[in-house]
């Protein structure tokens, strides 16, 4: 067996300080709903830092699903006033896309039944909603998004909608390339808030752990060849290449309405979405569990490499909301308390998540004080050995950094996001041995994080 050597270049961000992130609190703002009862916010589209909407739905047994036919709006960032849209039986509003105060168009569906899709528009601020006919979905609508008043593009679990003139004709234009192998049927189910848009480009996920791209507002879509086999909730980019989803998979517990539990299988990407990495969303909070499912995560504008991810529901554990600055690699707490949905950050100081809301005085949430600033740290040159690779009953590490041996950790993950093993170097050793005898014999992602940020991912053969 040879070795490998890799010699890392590693250009880290971190935090300044945990302090700086503690100082922010989240601001409670109620919906505007006269008497909630258990419904949540699923979507948020905020055209301004003032002018946002949002729609919601039930909350039951830890989703948020069934008709709500609601909506809520703010035009100063801080009021929100609620109101109905008239939607045939069993509809529900499942995605928003706001263009100013006056304008915005939904997508509706039964999502009962996964059929029944529509797009309905208002153009006077939520007094009244028009159903746009000529997007006359079979399956169940999931998405809409308008790049400006005349572009638009509204996505089903199988067919794809387009328009040129603000949805008074909708074109259709055909279905997603989804993979039957994997799916069957040739359609596919998406959960809410599975999206991402920036610029002309759009991402959507599945249940299936597909993710789907178009780099031309919709017209033509391509499925990405890395599947995580995981159902995708959230999806952020703060560029072209670099962007992470928040996926799980439901590993049991539940009967009823008492839910279930779901393990995060969170993932970043370098290159567009062609390959996801794991990156496993780590709090290290006595009240949170790292592998508690996350609902969304959002990339707050303006800022180098600042991410948000909510979680509204664990069995277990608290909900909560967490911050990184270093593009995901380490996270801090900012709350345990609340239970936090969609994210949408129009700026570094801007921005909204929607929550669960139970009083009058919840579902919307703005974040106080000033975002953690970041700085670079030295470039650390260190040549690290793995041997032997493949490997059968351990893995040999040597030459890790002499700097901070001890604040060393090894994590080995599944080619499919899953943590097998991970620890934590005690000693002031150069030199470590993991044992694997525990792991099945396949692919893996060995990786190694210094200070919380990751110097190291290499492929792994056992």
Known sequence: MKKIKLTLFANLLVMMALTSAKSQNWIKHGTGLVSPSGVCVVDISAPSPSVAWGILSVFSAGSCGGQVPYFTKTVNGINWVAGTIALPANHTPVCISALSASTAWIATADISTNTSGSIYKTSNGGVSWQQQTSANFIDAARFVHFFDSNQGVAVGDSSVFITSNGGANWVFNGALPVPQAIVGGGT???????????????????????????????????????????????????????????????????????????????????????????????????????????????????????????????????????????????????????????????????????????????????????????????????????????????????????????????????????????????????????????????????????????????????
């Open 188 to 462: 596919t189910q998406f959960l809410l808030n599975t999206y991402e848009v920036l610029g002309n480009t759009i991402w959507l996920g599945d249940v299936y752990g597909n993710f789907y791209k178009s780099t031309n507002q919709g017209v033509s879509w391509t499925v990405l060849p890395n599947c995580i086999y995981h159902s995708i909730k959230g999806i952020a980019f703060r560029d072209q290449n670099y962007g992470i989803a928040v996926a799980s998979e439901y590993i049991g517990g539940g009967s009823g309405g008492s839910g279930g539990t779901d393990a995060d299988s969170s993932v970043f990407t370098t290159d567009g979405g062609l390959t996801w990495s794991p990156m496993p969303i780590e709090l290290n909070s006595l009240n949170v569990d790292d592998g508690s499912a996350k609902y969304d995560v959002g990339y707050v504008p303006g800022t180098a490499n600042t991410f948000i991810v909510t979680s509204e529901y664990d069995s277990v554990y608290a909900a909560f909301s967490a911050i990184s600055v270093d593009g995901g690699m380490h996270w801090t707490l900012l709350d345990s308390t609340e239970q936090h949905t969609v994210c949408a950050f129009t700026g570094s100081n801007n921005g909204f998540t929607g929550g669960y809301i139970n009083t009058s005085s919840r579902g919307i949430y703005t974040l106080t004080g000033t975002l953690p600033t970041e700085v670079k740290r030295n470039v650390e040159q260190s040549s690290i050995l793995l041997y032997p690779n493949p490997a059968n009953e351990y893995i040999e590490i040597s030459q890790l950094p002499q700097s901070c041996t001890t604040c060393l950790q090894v994590s080995i993950h599944g080619m499919d996001g899953k943590l097998w093993i991970r620890e934590k170097l005690l000693h002031q050793n150069t030199s470590c041995k993991i044992n694997l005898t525990s792991l099945p014999k396949g692919s893996y992602v060995l990786s190694i994080q210094q200070e919380a940020a990751t110097i190291m991912t290499s492929k792994l053969i056992h």
